[in-house]
Structure formats: C-alpha cells, structure tokens
C-alpha cells in the first residue's frame, strides 16, 4: 500500500526535519520547499495501525517561545492511491511530548496551545500527529459489521 | 468469481434475486469478506455493495480469480436521498449527510472508477446506469448481464418484472452549490473516463 503525505510550510527560513512512521517503516524528511510531498510505497499493511508524522526540534527549549515559528502543516494524506485525509476529514489526534509540555507550562499565555488541537494538522509544537488507519483502510470511515 | 462492486441503492437485491441461482453458492448475499477482513469468504461470487471501498491489496489477491466486476452506478443525489432516507437519525442534515458520503467517496464514482480501471483489466468492469440501463428495461439488463456474465439463464422462479425495491419516504433534498458542483465533477470525471455519453434523465 502507498501513503502520500502532501506538507506546507509557513515560511523559508527554516528547514524542519520530520519523521513519519508507519509500522515498521521510519521516513525523515526535511522540509526545504514552501510545498513538500512524500510518499511511502509498497507498505505491509495487513493489520490495524497508525501513521505517525513527528517532530522534535530541542532548540526551542532554549527559548521563551511557546512554538516553532515555521509550522509544518500536513495538507493532505492519501492512503492507498484512493482516501483522502484532509484539515476537514479524518483529522489526526496531536500529541504533545512530555518535554514540550513542561516546556510551556513555565511561559505566560501558552494557554491556547491545548485549546487549539483539536481538529489540528499543523506541527507547531514537539510532538506527534497521529492517525488510526485500521486494516482494511475503509474501517476508518464505516462501521465494521464482522468484527 | 463474480464480484459486485456497487453502488448500493441501485439495484443489487433485485439483481441479485435474479440470478443467484446460477451460482454454486449458498451463502448472503453480502458476505462483506472483501472489504472488512480482506480476504474473500468464497470463490463464486460476492455481492457486497461496499466491494468497491477494498483495499487495493485484496484487489491483487482476488483478481486472478474474478472473470467479471459489475459496477452500477446512478444519479449521486438519487443515491443520498435513498441513503437519507434509510439511514438518517433525524438531527442529521442532508447537506452534512452528503457531505461525509463524498468524503468517505461513496459519491465519487470518478475516483472509483479511476482507482478500478488502475487496478484491474478494465475490460473486465461492466458498468451499467441504474437509470439508463436497469429501471423500466428490467428483462433486457438481465438478458445482456447474464450474456456478459456467461449465464445461461435468469433464476427460473423469480418474477423478472418484479417491482425493484424502492425505499419508503424517499425524500428529494438537494445539497449546497460546494457539494453540487463536487458531485458533477465526479459524474464528469467517471464519464471521461469510462467513455460512457452522460445520462440525461426527462
């Protein structure tokens, strides 16, 4: 099975390396261009699993700031050259790392990070967007009748 | 094997009630094997309509042994409403309603289709309209199914002009300009594709 993950970036300064994973594979991949695509091909799937794209950039816990200033923004995932998974459908779970979190917790006005994940698909923050793409990849969306 | 890909809600049960008896198979009519354990659950035939939603990876393991794929397809706002209103909780609107029914590309029939044609010989699709080549034309859809097919014949005991199944309080909501103009894009796309000319329903 392929994966196409298809990212934006907010701006040139910077270059975010981000990982992906799915099962047993493990991509990274640097974000150079304002529109970045990837795709993972030939993937085992026979199993219920999770595609991870994560990012863990340790200068910003030398800073006062609260996020990475260039966000990496994943547009859109196409599984299986067929579903599409977007900012509207099928959005991932953000999960922020343990680190990351301590991290805010000592700066003023971090507040709306929490109150911003839901539905998200930009990578401002150290941490992890999470999909669940279950096996087969339609149990995503329909309720399964066998299982 | 013969595998219905879909759609729902054009006609399956009625197709299904006809020729059934053609098969050395016992079974439902929608084992669902295909598209929730990826795996066939015979090697006759399945008329699950939700077959064209299986993962590209129970594609190539069923199509060495599939001789045909049947592909109904009909008006997409047909279909919604059917959908609607068979399955509808009643806080739900239609336009969220067809919303998650593009999404989860149950209306997409260009993309499907499109998917299909990459992933098996597309010669091996038969596609009919549910609207052209199946309501009111009932004996002749079965007649060029069954050639197509290599049936010999209908089952016998089944009255051919039997009402097909229609759903009771079939609404007629439209959905908003966004979607419209999505679900044309589809119908567009799965006609350019399969070179079929566009049917105009009076």
């Known amino acids: 099975m392929n994966i196409e993950l298809q990212f934006k970036k907010s701006n040139l300064k910077s270059e975010p390396t981000i990982e992906i994973h799915f099962g047993d594979t493990v991509i990274k991949t640097q974000i150079k261009s304002l529109e970045h695509k990837l795709i993972m091909h030939d993937l085992k799937h026979d199993t219920d699993n999770e595609l991870v794209v994560m990012r863990r950039e340790d200068y910003l816990y030398n800073t006062q700031k609260t996020h990475h200033e260039n966000k990496v923004i994943v547009e859109k995932v196409i599984v299986d050259d067929f579903w599409e998974l977007g900012p509207d459908w099928y959005t991932p779970e953000s999960v922020l790392d343990s680190h990351y979190l301590k991290h805010i917790e000592g700066i003023d006005g971090s507040e709306w990070i929490k109150n911003t994940l839901n539905h998200n698909t930009h990578l401002f923050f150290n941490g992890k967007l999470r999909w669940q793409i279950k096996y087969p990849v339609r149990r995503c969306f329909f309720k399964d009748v066998r299982r | ?196 000319l566009p049917y105009l329903s009076s």
């Open chain 2, 1 to 196: 094997m013969i595998v219905y890909l879909g759609m729902p809600k054009c006609a399956s049960s009625w197709i299904w009630e006809n020729i059934k008896k053609n098969f050395p198979y016992k079974g439902v009519k929608e084992p669902h094997a295909l598209v929730e354990l990826g795996r066939p659950d015979n090697s006759v035939v399945d008329f699950s309509t939700n077959n064209w939603s299986m993962d590209s990876s129970t594609v190539r393991l069923i199509d060495k042994q599939v001789n045909k794929y049947i592909y109904v397809v009909r008006d997409p706002m047909e279909i919604a409403n059917s959908y609607f209103a068979q399955t509808s909780t009643g806080n739900e609107k239609f336009n969220d309603f067809v919303f998650s029914l593009v999404k989860t590309k149950l209306l997409c029939f260009g993309d499907i289709i499109e998917r299909w044609y990459n992933l098996v010989d597309k010669e091996k699709i038969l596609i009919y309209d549910y609207n052209r080549d199946i309501f009111g034309k009932q004996e002749q859809f079965i007649k060029d199914l069954c050639a197509r097919i290599g049936m010999n014949s209908r089952n016998k005991n089944w009255f051919l002009g039997k009402q097909i199944n229609q759903t009771i309080g079939k609404t007629n909501y439209r959905c908003d300009d966004k979607l419209m103009t999505q679900l044309r894009y589809q119908m567009d796309k799965f006609y350019r594709i399969t070179g079929i």
